[in-house]
């Protein structure tokens, strides 16, 4: 089966640190991606994790424990322009992309 | 690059109707995606296609929903006969090369059916 969860909203201050966290169940897994998306708006892509660790780009980072099928992304320096959905999603060996509820976030003045 | 085009942006269509989205890729992206997002169920794959053919249809919800690539430039979903809990905003994305390359959405199709 698959089965992929994210908290439903998080609030957080303008200049903060914020983590969504991502966890997911499946048999078959090959890596995992973040979106955002500002509402009315298109998904785009932020980042792609497949070994385990940390990768950092920029404000933000995603970090990856495939044994723990767990994610998170790392929003530094949070801006107002961060107020968007963040999307995780997983590749199950390229036969299926499975995206997650999404966390709508919003950053306070 | 123009990115991935999408038609029409909006649709409102009474049930029983047929519709037709259209999308067409990033020029030289091998893969293509539909995707259906609500407010209840989120982003969902209806299906996706490799060099023009069909790799995963799991997440087509019925016969009613059907897909064609006819060509690496060109993909319709088409939904016969549509119905009222058929309203939602249709996504395409395009990729290099199957899911494990970013995928660049569309703007979008919001179908309304009443």
């Known amino acids: 089966g698959q089965n992929i969860d994210q908290p439903t909203e998080m609030t957080a201050t303008e200049g903060a640190i914020v983590q969504i966290n991502c966890t997911y169940q499946?048999?078959?897994?090959?890596?995992l991606f973040w979106y955002q998306q500002h509402a009315g708006e298109a998904p785009t892509f932020l980042s792609y994790n497949v070994l385990d660790g940390l990768e950092e780009k920029g404000r933000f980072s995603s970090f990856l424990s495939r044994s723990k099928g767990y994610s998170y992304l790392l929003l530094k320096e949070l801006q107002m322009k961060d107020s968007a959905s963040y999307l995780c999603?997983?590749?199950?060996?390229?036969?299926?992309?499975?995206f997650g509820p999404g966390t709508r976030l919003s950053v306070l003045p | 690059d123009a990115g991935v085009i999408q038609s029409p942006r909006h649709e409102v269509t009474e049930m029983g109707q047929e519709v037709t989205l259209r999308c067409k890729p990033i020029?030289?992206?091998?893969?293509l995606f539909w995707y259906r997002q609500t407010m209840m169920r989120g982003l969902e794959l209806l299906i996706y296609f490799n060099n023009n053919v069909p790799i995963d249809d799991s997440g087509m919800p019925e016969d009613r929903f059907s897909a064609k690539m006819p060509n690496a430039s060109f993909s319709t979903l088409k939904i016969q006969p549509s119905e009222p809990r058929d309203s939602a905003v249709y996504f395409c994305?395009?990729?290099?090369?199957?899911?494990?390359?970013?995928?660049?959405f569309g703007p979008g199709t919001r179908l309304t059916v009443t």
């Open positions: 020029s030289g992206h091998n893969s």
């Open positions: 999603a997983y590749d199950n060996y390229g036969q299926n992309f499975v």
């Open positions: 499946t048999s078959g897994f090959n890596g």
């Open positions: 994305a395009s990729s290099l090369q199957g899911p494990l390359y970013e995928q660049y």
